[in-house]
């Protein structure tokens, strides 16, 4: 690898190069003067950077001496409270008082809404999110298990018309709750039109029954096209959704009104992911997710793909254009609102390095170039604009407690002053899924209340957390009950508690964490809605087809009034949140269940490892141990290995156990990627590279910082590539 020499620094060429090239030239900046800038921030906040991570070290270290010496007794959290305290791991709660960020997009702001969150260096999977903001209700409910796939409603290779009739009636019932109609029902429509006014259209129905109604709440409808089929635009709990009116479609003909489809605005937000699901171990790869960014900032990133045998290119879709009812013309986004999630503190790259010639961190790197992509959008040198309000938004992983928020905030100003940008023109959202943010979370916001526009639940890093702090106050619950413990749900209540009572409504995002079985839509559909109901105004889901069916729930739910109707209720306290998951003293778990719950982490583990490793996948659909598709990235692995560690430590199994269960559970991966192109299997030698990191992951989980995945994939993943 070849690297230029800075004063203090050292490039590698081919990054240097990319910014020179295809970043700098179009923002008209000098490479001469940007590159003693970068070196100039980098340099200020190694130090910093470190002694923070430093400090992670040093207060685990004073918990584990703790947990040594005090027994747990979650009856009497006082002494612990108070030494959690004394160490500066619980802080005093400040004042209170209200975020202050301003130029914040309005589908930040105003719009509850799913969210994906996709892996940046997978453009394909990086376009489809983007253009997810607009999705067929038809097809989310054709297409899955909103629809039971079985006797004459099964899907077939033809267009099933009893299964489409089955589409029809939900979205009937779905149009008379969202646009209900002055008489009669939607299910009675035989024809949409439009009828002229003194210069002013409205929608107007005809009913089987001979009647001419219309909406009850005419404000509703907003627009239409006629450009090729009929479309009808309405707006409903700030959401816009569109009807498609066309007779002459093979679909619309089937539909006694000529419905053909139902557009609905969708995945309004989505996270365009350089962290958790990706697998950047080396420049190569890290330049790849550069170069996603700037095709997607700049709008002309495509990703060749073949659907139904036909070849095709896939690339951002374009706005969406209407005419008012008074006849102006106006448009709407036809693309999601992207943000883009750095790397953690604890991250490090080669695409750097310091006087010593060793990596530095990954994500002081991102911030540096991830804002210059973005100013890219803010100056309209792409094909769309991103943000409308002249902002960039970083979303930020794995920060420890505000200490490190602040840092975060002070990195984004020294980027602003040096990029001549007005302050807090990049925004900030914080991932709720560290211990000690969470019981931090008030004073987390405060520390970047001029900038965070976002705050997420995430019950697997969080409980990845929850498990290596506490690794040694005892033996976990199994992992299944962890998500059922009293922590939890408090966990979940606080967030949006603290959120409100810091003002977020109105401004930014109160979020909620991922729905993991993409195939399993209607369980989705059933469950999900608790999202919404509990206040929060975005969650993620895992797949386009998911975000439309989400959306329903958004329409079903008026999270304002919801947040409204919570704002000033405490539901949970810091001592609900340290309350420990451990295992009840009392309580002997039978061999059996001990096998059962180290089989599913085992399978679980591997199933991600081995295409981490091998394949260079980071976040895929993985069948667990009963052949049902989950979504799984880091925040999985960290669980899982954590809970294995745990267990073994405290010898609630054996090390011989956890190796012979890991073997038996290769077996059943191998066999349930026989399919999967480029696959080495891990058995019948277990010698392989990914099932030594697999098995290491569990073995050292103890020792690895704060549960952490990140050093050994990456290690392991470059040894595989140095092959």
């Known amino acids: 690898m070849s690297y230029i020499q800075l004063k203090s620094l050292q490039v590698a060429e081919a990054f240097y190069q990319f910014v ?89 702001a105003k719009v509850a809404a799913p969210q994906l969150v996709v892996p940046i260096n997978n453009a394909r999977f990086a376009l489809n999110a983007a253009n997810a903001r607009w999705g067929s209700l038809y097809d989310a409910l054709y297409g899955t298990d909103m629809i039971v796939n079985e006797g004459p409603l099964a899907l077939t290779q033809h267009y099933n018309k009893q299964r489409g009739q089955q589409v029809f009636a939900f979205s009937n019932q779905f149009l008379d709750q969202v646009i209900p109609l002055l008489e009669g029902s939607h299910a ?41 089929a009929l479309i009808l635009l309405f707006s409903h709990h700030d959401l816009y959704f569109e009807l498609h009116i066309d007779k002459q479609h093979a679909i619309g003909a089937q539909h006694k009104a000529g419905l053909k489809d139902i557009i609905l605005e969708a995945a309004v937000t989505t996270i365009e992911d350089c962290e958790d699901s990706v697998t950047a171990v080396d420049v190569a790869d890290k330049l790849q ?142 991932m709720d899924e560290e211990r000690r943010t969470t019981i931090n979370l008030k004073q987390c916001i405060h520390a970047a209340r001029e900038r965070i526009i976002f705050i997420n ?128 003293k009392d309580r002997s778990l039978t061999d059996a269940e001990i096998q059962q719950e180290l089989d599913n982490n085992a399978q679980g583990i591997l199933g991600y490892v081995v295409k981490w490793i091998d394949l260079g996948i980071g976040c895929s659909k993985v069948p667990d141990i009963h052949d049902t598709g989950l979504m799984e990235d880091r925040a999985t692995l960290r669980i899982s290995s954590q809970h294995m560690a745990n267990w073994l430590k405290h010898e609630i199994c054996s090390e011989q156990q956890i190796v012979d269960t890991f073997k038996r559970m290769a077996v059943i991966v191998d066999q349930q990627n026989s399919d999967t192109p480029g696959y080495i299997n891990m058995a019948p030698a277990y010698n392989g590279i990914a099932f030594m990191a697999a098995l290491k992951l569990v073995l050292e989980g103890i020792h690895s910082a704060n549960g952490y995945t990140e050093d050994l994939l990456q290690a392991f993943r470059r040894e595989v590539k140095s092959q």
């Open 188 to 228: 009675d429509v035989i024809t949409y039109t439009l009828e002229t006014q003194n210069n002013h259209k409205s929608l107007r129905v005809m009913l089987e029954n001979g009647v001419k109604t219309g909406l009850k709440n005419a404000d509703q409808f907003q627009g239409y096209s006629e450009k090729q």
């Open 20 to 108: 020179n090239e295809q970043v700098l030239p179009p923002l008209e900046m000098d490479p001469g003067s940007y590159w003693p800038i970068f070196e100039k921030i980098i340099s200020q906040y190694l130090e910093s950077n470190k002694a923070l991570l430093q400090k992670r070290d040093r207060l685990q270290q004073q918990i584990d001496d703790w947990h040594r010496n005090h027994p747990y007794d979650e009856h009497h959290l006082k002494p612990y409270q108070q030494f959690l305290t004394d160490i500066g791991y619980l802080l005093e709660q400040p004042e209170d008082f209200k975020i202050n960020v301003t130029n914040v997009d309005r589908e930040i």
């Open 289 to 430: 997710v550069y170069q996603n960014w700037l095709g997607l900032v700049r709008g002309d990133l495509t990703a060749d793909m073949v659907k139904q045998g036909q070849p095709l290119q896939r690339q951002l879709n374009p706005d969406r254009t209407y005419e008012d009812p008074m006849g102006n013309h106006f448009s709407l986004p036809g693309r999601s609102l992207m943000m883009v999630r750095n790397t953690g503190l604890h991250m490090n790259t080669d695409l750097v390095l310091d006087t010593h010639g060793k990596f530095i961190p990954e994500g002081l790197v991102d911030a540096l170039i991830t804002t210059l992509i973005g100013m890219h959008d803010l100056r309209g040198l792409g094909r769309y604009r991103n943000s409308h309000n002249g902002s960039i938004y970083i979303v930020k992983p794995k920060c420890h407690g505000p200490e490190e928020v602040a840092f975060c905030c002070e990195v984004f100003t020294a980027i602003e002053k040096h990029y001549q940008l007005p302050t807090n023109t990049i925004k900030m959202g914080v």
């Open 457 to 584: 639940t995430g019950f697997l890093d969080r409980t990845g957390d929850e498990i290596h702090t506490s690794m040694l106050a005892g033996p976990m619950l199994p992992k299944g009950e962890i998500k059922q413990a009293h922590w939890m749900p408090a966990y979940e209540d606080w967030n949006v508690d603290i959120g409100l009572d810091c003002g977020l409504d109105g401004y930014a995002q109160i979020g909620k964490g991922m729905w993991a079985m993409p195939d399993q839509i209607k369980n989705m559909y059933e469950s999900k809605q608790a999202h919404p109901r509990a206040g929060a105004n975005c969650a993620w889901v895992p797949s386009p087809t998911a975000a439309t069916i989400h959306a329903l729930h958004y329409h079903q739910v008026n999270v304002k009034q919801v947040q409204q109707s919570l704002k000033g209720q405490k539901r949970a306290t810091v001592e609900d949140l340290l309350k420990i998951p451990l295992l009840n």
